[in-house]
Nanobody
Framework: VPLQAFGGGLVQAGGSLRLSCAAS????????MGWFRHAPGKEREFVAA????????QYAGSVKGRFTISRDNAKNTVYLQMSSLKPEDSAVYYC???????????????WGQGTLVTVSS
């Protein structure tokens, strides 16, 4: 399912930002959705994931309590609300779709284009 992430930008440390990922097609609700990020010089890492109906979520330890993943199946969109941002959160953020709620990247099927988040200190 084609995915497009947007909403990135420049924000000061301590600030908030909301990312969105829009999916095309009529099967959005049948996919688990997730967010990943890739910072320069680091490997791409898992950020958060949400089940098909939005009941179950999973977060990386580094963002738990600061980030919230949600979805609106009527709008074919998944969101990542980011608060208390830190410079180390700076990265290109990608959304992905899959069939399993997991942090394991090879198990995700489709990846969208990323959106850049820069957190200044």
């Amino acid at each position: 399912v084609p995915l497009q992430a947007f909403g990135g930008g420049l924000v000061q440390a301590g600030g908030s930002l909301r990312l969105s990922c829009a999916a095309s097609g009529r099967t959005f609700s049948s996919y688990v959705m997730g967010w990943f990020r890739h910072a320069p010089g680091k490997e791409r890492e898992f950020v958060a994931a949400i089940s098909r109906g939005g009941v179950s979520t999973q977060y990386a330890g580094s963002v738990k309590g600061r980030f919230t993943i949600s979805r609106d199946n009527a709008k074919n969109t998944v969101y990542l609300q980011m608060s208390s941002l830190k410079p180390e959160d700076s990265a290109v953020y990608y959304c992905a779709s899959g069939s399993i709620l997991t942090a394991t990247q090879p198990l995700w099927d489709y990846w969208g284009q990323g959106t850049l988040v820069t957190v200044s200190s």
